[in-house]
């Protein structure tokens, strides 16, 4: 190619703006200036224009400003293959790196974005979700443009770029300002699909919107004539080799090597020879031009168009039956007469069309049937080439169903492959491919799971009806059809039919004769059931559920999940914490992954927060801290690890360290806006936020932003916790409005008490209640808050029980206040919620005007974040004259006097003196447990 880009360096002509932006972009990227840095620019213009050249061009001078250079070309026949553009950009800076290295430059993103690049194989396992697999993209190209900056990297004709990769890009474009990196795209601005659109509306440094490529003047034209034939070609000549070509300068390159070719004269007399001239460059006149080069040469052409870019020559000479004597000379040919060219100067580099028209409109050319045959062929050779499934399978997307098992089985490896790297839109294609063929009778049943699979999370309606398909198929196989019911549950599930998943796994049930296969369906049909708010038959499930678990041993996952979905079931109904706690207890025992292939991550969040409303939080976080780090080294950085950020923040709501759940729902609201609004996940976030911001004091900022997110009527099918509608009432209460929250919560009371679920730590609806109705209805508010306070007790958590307290003497008689507040501090002293405390105590020293239980109120407060109410305790205190307290930090380290304090109450156990403790105190608080969990806690703690 090196004659090819000798003559675009010659051609470049009225580019001159273009080519000073790029110098302007080049020298900031490469110059010592300290506000130096990247840029993004966008080249567009239809085909033809130079877009190419130009990038070539800015290529050269990158390299000569010693730029590292990331370059890559989209190509019209590659368009189906996942990450062929990203694998153009990356796999060249790491070729002919070991596995150790590859391992240690990669650090944990090896497994996940290694299979896309094409840099290892795929491991077994679930496969990173589509975002996980950007963010790792992002991560590795960030990684290299900082070790090996400045860099420029180039992807030309955009528009054909895999939607993987362009969408990938496309996300990544605003980061260029803010790296030295310069990203440049060139595109058919006609073509160019609406997943990139970022590229035609995100400005470059100089506030520039992509750069459109006018068509030649005559005189550029005329100049280029000139500087092809020779400064004697008259005007006249020139106008019309201007006039046939359109100012497109490819065309007119190409004009001007046709006329040095053919010796013809540059005067006026010979210019009406140049319209039959240019059109031998395109369309049916370079079909006509190709065909006079004899029919080897054709179909060696017509192998190439059909392979598309970086052409193996071997590889295109079995694809058109050619042996490597004519595939040599049909190569030749095809050099000389300007259709072919070195894809680059490397040896070995393969072959490549001189110009993407060149390379359509032949392909454009072959009759369609032997087009399709052609693809047929190359597939073939690819596999025998030893290029892979996922190589083939582009061209066996362009085949005719012709009942053939080889093709089905290359397409569902392919799928296969794709799926486990990260690209399930890819997958879906070639599995929908693979049913039309068709797959033999007893083999479909597995494409439509395997399909099902693949459109998961691009399309869940589709995929129920791929799962469904697959089990009316006759499945012989008893694993496959248990795989199939569960998918079918759990898509269903997702997408908030939580009855129909259930029913689905109970019509199985029966039928499935083996007991370690019922009993997972039965463990499943258990779990959505636990999740589905309209239940109608939840005490009876509940009691079928405590039947079957209780005289489990724990001896496999299966029997593990079970038990820790009776742990979650004897949370909501209010049983004994210490009965929730031994069955936590038993499911813990053995390692229990949040990331297990075939199983969700709903059970191991389950026994986690069956933790935190037990006052273990400081455990429960442990057990996120621990699936999260499982979730993002799957490279799951979705709804995963967004449900892992957003109740990892309540668990520190629970604990009093409002800022760090607020910082942390924020991180799981950026994850669940990527995922979508509606989503489960997204109803669990802004409820989360709404009561962080609630417990700040931030009202009005917590309506927007239920105003924003739709956040009200209708609440979803699917239990969320806390509970939507009731964080909604308490909305509307902290708002003024008693009455319409009122109606919100006995909406709640007529839901969850017919279920059984009556535990106030899990669901404060009867203490919410109690609040709206007790202007209108005192009697009917203590009623109410006596009855949470009874159920508080019952399930014996200190944080529920102290809220229940504090509670109950704000809707109390003047005369009983007092004894309510005394009992919920010293309750809550002994407990981890360090913002109920602190409400506790503000209460307490409000109604007894104590200026040191409002200073201690203040600090509290203050620690854990509530502003509102160390603000309004502040006031209260300095109200009764006393001294405003220092501003302390938080220090999460034990102090050694906190030490000493938890471990004498440990050594007293039952015995420990009473009254309140402050030292003790601040370390239940610290380690995140209560008065019975202080043992473990305390042994676990690092000295």
């Keep these: 190619m090196t004659e090819r880009r000798t003559r675009m360096r010659r051609t470049l002509v009225e580019r001159e703006t273009e080519l000073a932006i790029v110098d302007e972009a080049l020298d900031l990227l490469a110059g010592p200036a300290p506000d130096g840095g990247g840029a993004l620019l966008a080249f567009s213009g239809p085909a033809g224009l130079g877009k190419t050249t130009l990038l070539a061009e800015l290529r050269r001078r990158a390299h000569a400003r010693s730029c590292t250079v990331l370059a890559a070309r989209g190509g019209e026949q590659e368009q189906s293959q996942p990450f062929h ?159 046939v070509t359109t100012g497109n300068p490819f065309e007119a390159v190409e004009l001007t090597a046709k006329i040095r070719d053919e010796g013809l004269a540059p005067v006026e007399a010979s210019a009406p020879l140049l319209r039959d001239l240019a059109a031998a460059q395109r369309g049916s006149g370079l079909v006509e031009r190709l065909e006079r080069l004899g029919p080897s040469t054709v179909r060696f052409a017509w192998a190439c168009a059909v392979l ?52 359509t409109a032949i392909y454009r050319a072959i009759p369609d049937a032997l087009r399709v045959a052609l693809h047929g062929k190359a597939a073939a050779a690819v596999i025998d080439a030893g290029l892979g499934p996922s190589a083939a399978a582009r061209h066996l997307l362009e085949t005719h169903p012709e009942n053939d098992p080889w093709v089905v089985r290359t397409l569902r490896e392919a799928a296969g492959e794709n799926l486990r790297a990260g690209a399930p839109e890819a997958a879906r294609r070639q599995l929908a491919r693979a049913l039309r063929e068709p797959p033999d009778f007893d083999e479909r049943a597995a494409v439509l799971y395997e399909l099902g699979c693949a459109s ?61 296969a019922r009993l997972r369906l039965q463990s499943e049909q258990f779990m959505w059931d636990a999740f589905n708010a309209a239940e109608t038959d939840s005490p009876a499930r509940s009691r079928r559920l405590a039947r079957l678990a209780d005289r489990l041993a724990g001896r496999d996952l299966t029997e593990r999940y079970v038990i820790g979905l009776r742990t979650w079931d004897a949370c909501l109904r209010g049983e004994p914490v210490e009965v929730v706690l031994h069955h936590a207890g038993r499911v813990l025992e053995q390692p229990f992954s949040w990331a297990y292939e075939d199983r969700g991550f709903e059970v191991p969040v389950l026994v986690a ?37 957003s109740l990892r923040a309540y668990i520190r709501f629970r604990r009093g360290r409002l800022a760090e759940a607020e910082e942390l729902v924020r991180a799981g609201l950026q994850l669940a806006e990527r995922v979508g609004r509606g989503t489960p996940v997204h109803w669990y976030t802004i409820a989360i936020l709404i009561t962080t911001l609630l417990a700040r004091g931030r009202t009005d900022e ?49 839901r ?142 034990l102090t050694e006097d906190e030490l000493r304090a938890a471990e004498r109450a440990v050594q007293a156990g039952p015995a420990r003196e009473p009254g309140t403790d402050w030292e003790l105190s601040a370390a239940c608080r610290k380690l995140g447990t209560d008065l019975t969990g202080l043992p473990a806690a305390l042994a676990a703690y690092p000295r």
């Design 85 to 243: 553009v990203a694998r153009q950009l990356i796999q060249p800076q790491l070729a002919g790196t070991s596995e150790h290295e590859l391992r240690a430059a990669l650090g944990s993103w090896y497994s996940i974005v290694g299979p896309a690049l094409g840099l290892c194989a795929p491991e077994q396992g679930s496969p990173p979700d589509p975002q996980g697999l950007r963010d790792g993209l992002d991560w590795v190209l960030t990684h290299l443009v900082v070790k090996r900056a400045p860099v420029t990297l180039v992807l030309d004709d955009a528009h054909w770029a895999d939607p993987e990769s362009l969408g990938w890009l496309a996300a990544y474009a605003p980061r260029a300002e803010h790296l030295p990196l310069l990203l440049v795209v060139a595109y058919r601005p006609d073509e160019l699909p609406a997943h990139a659109d970022a590229f035609r509306t995100l400005p470059g440094r100089s506030g520039q919107r992509p750069l459109s490529l006018a068509p030649l003047t005559a005189p550029a034209v005329a100049t280029l004539v000139r500087e092809a034939i020779g400064e004697h070609a008259d005007d006249a000549f020139c106008n019309e080799a201007w006039a």
């Design 308 to 359: 598309g870019t970086a052409i193996p020559q071997d590889l295109a000479a079995r694809v058109a039956a050619l042996g490597a004597e004519e595939a040599v000379d049909a190569t030749g040919r095809l050099r000389e007469a300007r259709i072919l060219s070195a894809a680059t100067e490397e040896p070995d580099a393969g072959l490549e069309f001189v110009h993407p028209l060149i390379a």
């Design 609 to 645: 927060m069956a933790h935190m409303y037990a006052d273990r939080p400081g455990r429960a976080d442990e057990l996120f801290e621990a699936g999260t780090a499982e979730f993002e080294r799957q490279g799951w950085r979705g709804a995963h690890l967004s449900f892992g950020y």
């Design 752 to 893: 969850l008490t017919p279920r059984g679920i009556q535990n106030p730590a899990w669901c404060p609806w009867q203490l919410h209640l109690a609040r709206a109705v007790a202007g209108e209805d005192p009697e009917r508010a203590r009623a109410l808050a006596g009855d949470a306070l009874r159920r508080a007790r019952a399930f014996g958590a200190p944080s529920g029980i102290g809220q229940a307290l504090r509670v109950s003497a704000e809707v109390a008689a003047p005369g009983d206040r007092a004894g309510l507040l005394r009992e919920a501090v010293a309750v809550l002293a002994t407990s981890p919620a360090e913002y109920e405390l602190a409400r506790a105590l503000a209460a307490l020293g409000t109604e007894l005007r104590d200026e040191e239980l409002l200073t201690r109120a203040v600090v509290t407060a203050r620690e854990c974040g509530a502003d509102a109410l160390a603000a309004e305790s502040t006031d209260t205190l300095l109200g009764l004259g006393g001294a405003l307290p220092c501003r302390t930090s938080r220090e999460d380290r």
């Design 702 to 750: 917590a309506w927007a932003l239920a105003r924003e997110h739709e956040f009200g009527r209708p609440f979803p099918a699917a239990v969320v916790f806390p509970d939507s509608q009731t964080v909604y009432a308490e909305l509307l209460l902290a708002r003024g409005d008693a009455k319409a929250a009122a109606a919100e919560l006995e909406e709640v009371d007529r």
């Design 456 to 516: 998961l999370l691009t399309e869940p309606a589709n995929t129920v009806n791929h799962l469904r398909a697959a089990l009316a198929e006759p499945v012989d196989d008893p694993a496959l059809r248990q795989g199939i019911v569960i998918r079918l549950a759990q898509v269903l599930a997702h997408s908030d039919r939580l009855a129909e998943a259930s029913e689905s796994l109970a019509r199985e049930i029966p039928h499935t004769h083996d007991v370690r």
